[in-house]
């Protein structure tokens, strides 16, 4: 990890040097927890571990890695952290005086928090601001690769558009579809048959389960082929829905009925998918309007356009 640039106070630097003198007793458990604790471990073979005292064996350590700061800096604070962390003394109750030797840990331990408050404290909001700077590029690279997804698909709507062919319009319509709610984490389901039933697709939208049905037939639709549709769904479960995407739209009789019947439906059309692939609105939002539209008035159509000024 990188650490700020910010100075590292003389203080705190003996702060942290009385600090590892205390926390182990022998000079074998102190090199062990150096040794553990940096990434370069070339340098503990550089100090002399055995003759001089336990403080100036820190002392030495520190200042040599101080030095040469461009080498061990993230080692340094990886000293810093672990001793300002450090709350288990239990290994010193093996020594005499346990007591003693524990509260003189605790006190050097201490002492070093205190030193080394103000440069956590800039080491820890540079982390969170590297954090969110992670965050707003993940958002970035996401939507980067969303917007190339919907151009890809708004490229495939454009043409199945041209073709003259209804069925080869229907068909292209449906894998479009799939891939857009594949898009949008809708677990969408490709066409299928029930017995006596052909079934375009289903997705999962908020825990409510959708039956699809797609046309593309150059002219809207009947109130007719809205009954036929619901008809499906009836003896589905309770919290079973229909989506019904028409692409050429639907009759009067259809945006205007608030029959019962059809309470299970919400209508999609051209005007609709053409929003969502121009990222006008996202399918999540667009899918949510209209469904509580549809649970709030009755009425099974609700214009993108009155979504997108509102």
């Known amino acids: 990890m990188n650490v700020s640039s910010k100075t590292i106070s003389p203080a705190a630097i003996n702060a942290l040097k009385d600090a590892l003198t205390h926390i182990y007793w022998t000079k074998d458990d102190l090199k062990r927890f150096v040794y553990n604790t940096i ?3 070339a340098i503990v073979n550089t100090i002399d571990w055995v003759t001089p005292k336990k403080y100036e064996i820190a002392s030495n350590l520190i200042d040599r890695m101080c030095s040469r700061q461009d080498i061990y800096r993230n080692d340094l604070f ?3 952290e672990q001793a300002v962390n450090f709350n288990d003394f239990s ?3 093996r020594w005499d005086d346990p007591d003693v030797k524990i509260q003189r840990a605790k006190d050097a331990v201490e002492a070093l928090r205190k030193q080394a408050k103000g440069y956590f404290e800039v080491v820890e909001e540079k982390k969170k ?4 700077k992670k965050v707003v590029q993940e958002k970035v690279k996401n939507t980067t690769a969303l917007k190339t997804k919907l151009d890809e698909l708004n490229q495939k709507f454009m043409d199945i558009a041209i073709s003259s ?3 080869k319009r229907g068909y292209g319509l449906e894998k479009l579809l799939n891939e857009l709610f594949t898009l949008f984490d809708l677990d969408p389901k490709a066409s299928f048959k029930i017995i006596g039933e052909q079934i375009d697709g ?8 959708f039956l699809l049905e797609a046309r593309w037939v150059k002219q809207p639709i009947n109130a007719s082929d809205l009954y036929s ?3 499906k769904i009836n003896g589905k479960r309770k919290n079973t829905l229909g989506l019904f995407v028409s692409m050429d739209g639907f009759s009067t009789e259809c945006l205007q009925t608030t029959s019962s019947d059809l309470r299970c439906l919400i209508l999609m059309d051209g005007m609709d998918l053409n929003a969502i692939l121009t990222e006008r609105i996202s399918l999540d939002d667009l899918l949510y309007r209209k469904r509580r539209h549809a ?16």
Do not use: M, P, W
């Open 129 to 132: 601001t590297e954090e969110r």
């Open 295 to 310: 649970s709030e008035t009755g009425n099974i159509y609700l214009n993108v356009n009155k979504i997108l000024v509102s």
């Open 78 to 80: 990886a000293l810093f």
């Open 202 to 209: 289903a997705f999962t939208f908020k825990d409510d389960d």
């Open 39 to 41: 990434t370069n471990k």
């Open 165 to 167: 062919d209804a069925q």
């Open 229 to 231: 549709f619901a008809g």
């Open 91 to 93: 290994h010193l109750k």
